[in-house]
């Protein structure tokens, strides 16, 4: 589930999901099986390294790879909102359908409200990752 083949259809990916040069992103969740190609797309647009789980900026964006039998999702969610700036994103990776480590729709859905998320839309980010982009309420989570 590695990386994919065409750097063209990955800034692109990362252009529709939103990111935006100057934006400072944290990734969780990083394995050797992420999309590689995926994540330097994200840096070349955004212009920034992405941040790691330890980083205590405050991050624009979140990223967040997840697979079924990494544990809690809902865990997961509140490490990553940890230093996600008010009116932030989290984007939720999770492999496709199909996929090892799939994760269905009902589980975000549950474990995103239990966290104060709110799952906004879906989209495939790569061949093989499914993209759920997650806001916090407009009133804020604090």
């Known amino acids: 589930m590695g990386a994919t083949t065409d750097p063209a259809a990955d800034t692109a990916a ?3 999901l939103g990111f935006k040069p100057g934006q400072l992103v944290q990734e969780f969740g990083w394995d050797e099986h992420v999309d590689d190609d995926f994540r330097v797309a994200v840096e070349e647009l955004t212009g920034n390294e992405l941040l790691d789980e330890d980083a205590d ?3 624009d964006v979140v990223l967040c790879w997840f697979r079924g039998g990494d544990g809690d999702l809902g865990d997961a969610l509140v490490d990553a909102i940890t230093n996600l700036t008010d009116g932030g ?3 939720l990776l999770t492999p496709k359908k199909g996929r090892p480590g799939h994760v269905t729709a009902a589980e975000i859905d549950e474990a995103a409200p239990s966290v104060g998320l709110h799952a906004t839309s879906s989209v495939s980010a790569s061949a093989n990752w499914a993209g759920t982009r997650m806001t916090t309420p407009k009133s804020g989570r604090r």
Do not use: G, L, S
Request: cysteine-free; glycine content about 0%; overall charge neutral.
């Open 14 to 16: 990362v252009a529709k």
């Open 57 to 59: 900026d405050v991050a």
């Open 89 to 91: 994103i989290v984007w």
